[in-house]
């Protein structure tokens, strides 16, 4: 299985991306999907996750701005960003946990860089 993480770029604080994580496999097989970034010297931290049944989880600075979704028909996994600020500058990266054997996946990670 491969991740493959897009819709990273630049843009002016206050603004918004919408990043995408397309599988090249059925994410049915996956039971948690989610999101982490790393900004640049820091380590990577957690964003959002969503289950298989669409249970949500956010870190407290994703709260309120950021919405996680997916899609089984597409195979993709979303990260609607709102408000953005100098501080979401940051590689995000996709990952994906298997049912079969609880196997981390991830992405290759996408580029946000937002102005200020």
């Known amino acids: 299985v491969q991740l493959q993480a897009s819709g990273g770029g630049l843009v002016q604080a206050g603004g918004s991306l919408r990043l995408s994580c397309a599988s090249s496999g059925s994410i049915l097989g996956f039971n948690l999907m989610g999101w982490y970034r790393q900004s640049p010297g820091k380590g990577r931290v957690f964003v959002a996750a969503i289950t298989t049944d669409g249970s949500t989880n956010y870190a407290d600075f994703a709260k309120g701005r950021f919405t996680i979704s997916r899609d089984a028909a597409k195979k993709t996994m979303d990260l609607q960003m709102n408000s953005l600020k100098p501080e979401d500058t940051a590689v995000y990266y996709c990952?994906?946990?298997?049912?079969?054997?609880?196997?981390?996946?991830w992405g290759q990670g996408t580029l946000v860089t937002v102005s200020s």
């Open positions: 990952h994906a946990v298997s049912v079969r054997d609880s196997q981390w996946y």
